[in-house]
């Protein structure tokens, strides 16, 4: 069964440190997996995707993700925090075995930027 | 476009009592999903329609939940009779259909509707 880690419920950065949101999977198959970012009051909004092409993916808003196969993870950074990228984010696999396209969360990750 | 709604964006009800959510999806798009998030947990999946005929209801939790989709639109979820352990965030999703089996679409998800059991 696929399933996803996301290790930190909450991080701390100071505005303009580095991000660095952590994320493994577990999947029997090669995986496509994404990013989810959550802003108050909204929905989920994609930020980026694997699906088996180049490994560095770049997103919207100056985050991108490397997919690591052999050590399964998909870690999601931006050079630079800025104060409006606090929100909540999710890592993602799809169930890929099922075929029905549903995706599978992590437990998500709150970032906090301080000024 | 517009997204993919929700409604209502809150509900709080008496254990027991009846909800129903609904979801209006992206026009166009006949894949909709239905996701739940637990206070505290991650976001788990609960089902999937292709135009009006359940694709997958793995993770329905019991019977109290009935989803609908009439005529491949919108799409009603009924929680009857709500428990307290029904609290939780539900979000709702849509994509347009592949042209290949293992093609993915982005899911455009709603903003949620917040449902609270007391």
């Known amino acids: 069964a696929q399933s996803v880690t996301q290790l930190g419920s909450h991080v701390s950065v100071s505005e303009g440190a580095l991000v660095l949101l952590r994320c493994n999977y577990s999947s029997s198959v090669p995986p496509y997996l994404f990013w989810y970012v959550q802003y108050p009051n909204q929905g989920l909004q994609l930020l980026l995707k694997y699906t088996s092409a180049a490994t560095l993916v770049k997103g919207i808003n100056g985050f991108e993700a490397e997919f690591k196969k052999s050590e399964t993870s998909f870690h999601l950074t931006k050079p630079s925090a800025h104060m409006s990228d606090a929100a909540e984010y999710f890592c993602?696999?799809?169930?890929?075995?099922?075929?029905?396209?549903?995706?599978?969360f992590g437990q998500g990750t709150t970032l906090q930027v301080k000024p | 476009e517009a997204g993919v709604t929700q409604f209502p964006s809150h509900s709080v009800i008496e254990k027991g009592q009846t909800v129903t959510l609904r979801c209006d999806p992206i026009?166009?798009?006949?894949?909709l999903y239905w996701y739940r998030r637990v206070m505290g947990k991650e976001i788990k999946f609960l089902l999937h329609?292709?135009?009006?005929?359940?694709?997958?209801e793995s993770g329905m939790p019991n019977n109290r939940f009935l989803a609908e989709r009439t005529g491949g639109t919108y799409s009603t979820l009924k929680v009857q009779p709500a428990e307290l352990e029904d609290s939780g965030v539900y979000f709702c999703?849509?994509?347009?259909?592949?042209?290949?089996?293992?093609?993915?679409?982005?899911?455009?998800f709603g903003p949620g509707t917040r449902l609270t059991v007391l």
């Open positions: 329609f292709v135009k009006e005929s359940k694709q997958d």
């Open positions: 026009s166009g798009h006949d894949n």
């Open positions: 993602a696999v799809s169930d890929i075995p099922s075929n029905t396209g549903k995706l599978i």
């Open positions: 999703a849509s994509t347009r259909t592949g042209v290949f089996r293992m093609d993915y679409n982005e899911q455009f």
